[in-house]
């Protein structure tokens, strides 16, 4: 393994997640590269990974499945998603998977996502929004910068908050997915990445940087030999605001099928609902009591989308 180790005054973006209203109550192996790989080992980790955003604007879009874990106080909860994303216009579609009730009650609604520079669209929203409104966030104005908040990172946050990575080490030849892939782990800083963002993001990952625990956010990353990103998974970690201790987050963003069609539509303005939204609703919660947002599926030891 090859640990390569930089100070940039530069960042990355990251952006995404839900956190549900069950949380209220619940809260790659690597593998040896040969000859050539070898050489690649020998190549600078932290700019490869600062590049890793840049890779996926020029490979255009893709389809992407995601997966939030959440752990306080024994219990896990694992919200899980799946849809498309364009790069070149940082918008994206995901249908968003709901848990049951701890209590074991009838299973949610999917809650479908737009994501686009700076706001968060979410329908089916619950907490006394209508079936036919949608709820617009702005995602700056989240503790989290909606890195956890909306249940589901944004796939191109994700790649952007590797543009924060400090140090990070090569660890091998895998594959994701039936896909060979290089393995990087490493840790990207919040606010290093947010002075790197794209003009969408950076306002968000301020926010974070501010928000969490702690401003370092430990990865592992799963490139293609063209340099774009497979899979990867973010470890956040913040502190709940309703009761002590620290929620453990762990965030896998699986992108694959480049090149798939995948256009958004936004809500006109007389589509996004205007009043007020049961229990706190989705502004201003990030300690995994959003009431009425994501989740899905009370579930222990729950392996993320991809692993492998």
């Known amino acids: 393994m090859v640990a390569q180790q930089h100070r940039r005054t530069s960042g990355a973006v990251a952006t995404a997640a839900v956190v549900a209203g069950l949380m209220a109550g619940a809260t790659g192996c690597a593998g040896e590269g040969a000859a050539a790989d070898g050489a ?8 490869t990974l600062h590049q890793a955003a840049g890779t996926l604007v020029r490979a255009g879009s893709s389809k992407a499945r995601t ?16 849809g498309t994303y364009d790069y070149r216009r940082r918008t994206g579609r995901l249908k968003v998977l709901l848990p049951q009730d701890p209590a074991g009650g ?30 617009r966030v702005d995602t700056a104005t989240l503790s989290d910068g909606n890195l956890v908040t ?18 990070a080490t090569y660890v091998g030849r895998t594959e994701v997915a039936g896909t060979p892939v290089r393995h990087y782990r490493g840790t990207a800083d919040l ?13 968000s990952l301020r926010a974070a940087a501010k928000g969490f625990a702690t401003a370092e956010v430990p990865f592992d990353a799963y490139l ?13 970690s913040f502190v709940n605001g309703q009761r002590e201790g620290t929620v453990a987050v762990a965030s896998t963003t699986l992108l694959y099928d480049f090149g798939a069609p995948a256009e958004v539509r936004l809500p006109e303005a007389g589509d996004i609902y205007a009043g007020e939204i049961a229990e706190g609703g989705a502004e201003g919660r990030t300690d995994g009591g959003t009431d009425g947002g994501t989740g899905a599926g009370t579930e222990s030891g729950t392996e993320g989308p991809g692993e492998g």
């Open 67 to 82: 997966s939030m874990e959440m752990a306080t106080g024994g219990t896990r909860v694992t919200i899980r998603g799946e």
């Open 191 to 203: 606010a290093l990445a947010a002075k790197e963002a794209s003009a969408g993001n950076r306002a």
């Open 150 to 167: 909306g249940g589901a990172t944004d796939p191109f946050a994700a790649a952007e908050l590797l543009r924060g990575t400090r140090t």
């Open 106 to 135: 009838s299973e949610h609604k999917p809650i479908t996502e737009l994501l686009a520079p700076g706001a968060l669209f979410m329908k089916n929203r619950g907490a006394g929004v209508p079936a036919d409104k949608w709820v």
């Open 40 to 47: 690649h080992a020998g190549t600078d980790a932290v700019e």
């Open 224 to 236: 293609d030999d063209e340099g774009r990103v497979r899979k990867v998974r973010h470890r956040f």
